[in-house]
């Protein structure tokens, strides 16, 4: 397994255009933006669900431990103005993950972009902000 | 004050000890999310702008032309007290965008009307104590809840337990919505594809407001609409207390009578404005403004937000206690 989870330091300008809004309910009150999180792992469950959807991950750590992460994303409305479909996701599929973590620590993140190893496809796992700021560009 | 959110009143009795009520020039470090552009919506065109469309009797139309699809892409507005017309005439919101297409050498309609990015509610950060702020009129105990839904990060916000927006919030939560003309009904409906996915209806059979007990404290409370010129007015009252007015917290209470205009000066631009009246939260009115883009080739997709709302299960109280589920 090449999996493998790494934790870096807040970089400055980490958000910008391609954050992931949360309309819904206080990102603030459960993840920290200043802890982000990029892990890769393999996907265990989709829950393609309102308000948000969330999938898991097996993530590998360098001691060797595998641990099951849970991630948060849009809701499906706004992930199919994104691009995504409830089929983009499959269990098995190998998946880097951009995010912040969730403030308790837990292994929950909030997903902002979502690259699909297999095919390099690089998709944000967009709420209704950017969605709808996209339809508007387009 | 009867709202259901004693679990946040307990913490703002405590806030109320500690806390100056007015917090001059606390502005907070992180500019609040405008949600999308304003000012127009679309692609830059060269030619003028696309009149906006009119219905058959020459009523300005606040939908869909025939035969055509879009949607009103409403923008994400966390905090209110940025929309508030103050006395010069300008609200904290434009003078930011003003100040920001000055930096580019003063050429305006680029992207000083883009999107922040991030944004409170979002990726870009917590709320971290912002204060109440100066052009505001709160009373002293509007202003400790404020402070102290800023204190905790908003995490009581009714809409994040899926209940729907009240008053002019409707209008500033970023998810797609259309208004439907109904003339010969003599009614307009306003659906929201967020916003709990939900509906209001504006009277304008000339109907006034219930009055007494028939007035019945609702979420969106009674609306009642007129025409003046393109103009359309909407005078609502009858709110429960639930709903916070913005992401950021600003309390009203079931005093509050909303005044809103809504105006189409191009195709693609709703002009919005709303004047908040609650005696009971506020020492006195004040008017918030944005505009709305129209999105050409949207449409209203499903979004039940009650499905499987996980944030409820890790929500604790001020005690750290869950406030669903067993305590420990």
């Not at chain 1, 599929?93 to 912040?100: L, P, R, T």
């Not at chain 1, 699909?116 to 508007?136: C, E, H, K, V």
Request: with cysteine; charged share 20%; glycine share 12%.
């Amino acid at each position: 397994m090449r999996t493998r989870f790494a934790a870096f330091a807040a970089a400055a300008g980490f958000v910008l255009a391609t954050a992931t809004a949360i309309a819904h309910h206080s990102f603030a009150a459960e993840f920290d933006a200043n802890q982000p999180i990029n892990l890769k792992g393999t996907v265990t469950k989709i829950e393609w669900q309102n308000p948000h959807t969330y999938f898991y991950i097996d993530v590998t750590e360098p001691n060797g431990t595998v641990v099951n992460w849970g991630l948060e994303m849009g809701s499906p409305n706004g992930l199919m103005r994104a691009g995504w479909t409830r089929n983009t996701l499959k269990v098995g599929d190998v998946v880097s993950v951009e995010g912040s973590r969730a403030k308790d620590k837990a292994q929950i993140g909030n997903a902002r972009v979502v690259t699909l190893a297999a095919t390099g496809r690089r998709l944000f796992a967009a709420s209704s902000q950017t969605d709808s700021t996209q339809q508007q560009q387009r | 004050m009867r709202n259901g959110q004693r679990i946040a009143f307990i913490g703002v009795m405590l806030a109320v000890l500690s806390t100056a009520f007015w917090g001059v020039g606390a502005q907070q470090a992180s500019a609040p999310a405008a949600g999308q552009r304003e000012g127009g919506g679309g692609r830059m065109s060269a030619g003028p702008p696309e009149p906006a469309p009119r219905l058959a009797d020459g009523t300005m139309n606040l939908g869909r032309a025939p035969g055509e699809k879009g949607v009103w892409s409403v923008p994400y507005i966390t905090n209110m007290g940025e929309r508030v017309i103050e006395a010069d005439g300008t609200t904290v919101y434009e003078r930011r965008m003003a100040t920001a297409r000055g930096a580019r050498g003063g050429r305006g309609g680029g992207r000083g009307d883009l999107p922040l990015g991030g944004g409170e509610g979002t990726a870009g950060g917590a709320r971290g104590g912002a204060k109440s702020e100066p052009q505001v009129p709160f009373q002293p105990w509007a202003a400790a809840i404020y402070d102290y839904n800023s204190k905790n990060n908003s995490k009581y916000d009714p809409e994040g337990y899926c209940l729907p927006p009240g008053g002019p919030r409707l209008m500033a939560t970023p998810y797609p919505m259309e208004i439907i003309q109904l003339p010969e009904q003599k009614r307009i409906l306003m659906i929201f594809e967020g916003a709990t996915h939900i509906w209001r209806e504006i009277y304008m059979d000339g109907r006034p407001h219930p009055e007494g007990d028939a007035l019945n404290p609702t979420y969106l409370g009674h609306s009642v609409g007129h025409w003046e010129g393109d103009t359309l007015v909407v005078d609502v009252v009858g709110f429960n207390e639930q709903t916070w007015m913005d992401y950021y917290g600003h309390p009203h209470t079931d005093m509050l009578h909303v005044v809103e205009r809504f105006s189409r000066p191009t195709k693609n631009q709703l002009r919005y404005e709303a004047v908040y009246d609650d005696p009971g939260a506020y020492t006195k009115p004040f008017t918030v403004r944005w505009n709305i883009p129209w999105n050409a080739s949207g449409e209203l997709t499903e979004y039940i937000c009650q499905e499987n709302n996980k944030y409820l299960q890790s929500l604790t109280d001020d005690f750290g206690q869950p406030i669903f589920g067993k305590k420990q």
